[in-house]
């Protein structure tokens, strides 16, 4: 089946650095998708989300960038704080269809 | 804090046992599922609800029984578990829309650590 998958399954940022985490997609039916931070001994966090009508999207310290040409999802965070540090996980769904994870990458903010 | 609360937090079960994990959402959310997530893996669909109905089973053994009380509600009886069973078993929710959890973000609960032994 189609599947979700992430360039780099570990990523180490110097406290106050920019990070990009990167994700790739095959599902070309996709039109919805989502980030989410989990950390450890708790459930995934909802981070921001984007739909297929917008190439970029801000929160606070997060933006989240689609490329539907090349099926390519980034989240980048502004000044990485410590408390970043956590397992990222993005997630596509097309209408009607179940959410597909990612296999995850790990950011580790270092002091 | 989560606004889906999944009790207990931590489970450990004989494989004879019979346990029940609950959820309960009080968002209005009318989808409701359940996830099971292995070690530095994603988590993986089991079960949805949509508006009290189960909607999906994802070729789930039977060992894992869901049920949907009431909107806010959501149970996984488990019965005759198996060690490779263990894992972190996670509830979301989400508002339904026309064609199950379409387009709409889930929120997940803290999840239950489900030991087998």
């Known amino acids: 089946g189609e599947s979700v998958g992430l360039h780099l399954p570990t990523l180490s940022v110097q406290e106050g650095d920019n990070s990009i985490i990167n994700c790739a997609y095959s599902?070309?039916?996709?039109?919805?998708f989502i980030w989410y931070k989990q950390e450890s001994g708790k459930g995934p966090q909802f981070i921001i989300d984007i739909r297929s009508n917008m190439d970029k999207r801000q929160g606070q310290r997060v933006t989240v960038l689609l490329n539907k040409t090349v099926k390519h999802l980034s989240l980048q965070i502004a000044a990485t704080q410590p408390g970043d540090s956590a397992v990222y996980f993005c997630a596509e769904n097309a209408e009607g269809q179940n959410f597909v994870f990612g296999p995850g990458t790990r950011l580790s903010v270092l002091p | 804090d989560t606004e889906v609360t999944q009790t207990p937090k931590h489970l450990v079960m004989g494989m004879t046992n019979k346990k029940s994990l609950k959820c309960e959402q009080h968002m209005g959310h009318r989808a409701m599922y359940w996830y099971k997530q292995k070690a530095k893996k994603p988590p993986e669909l089991m079960f949805v609800?949509?508006?009290?109905?189960?909607?999906i089973n994802e070729s789930v053994p039977s060992r894992f029984s869901p049920e949907c009380p009431n909107s806010s509600l959501l149970n996984l009886h488990l019965h005759a578990l198996q060690p490779e069973d263990s894992a972190l078993y996670l509830c979301?929710?989400?508002?339904?829309?026309?064609?199950?959890?379409?387009?709409?973000?889930?929120?997940f609960g803290d999840g239950t650590r489900l030991s087998i032994l």
């Open positions: 599902n070309s039916a996709s039109d919805y």
């Open positions: 979301a929710s989400s508002q339904a829309m026309k064609g199950v959890g379409s387009n709409q973000p889930q929120h």
């Open positions: 609800y949509s508006y009290e109905k189960l909607s």
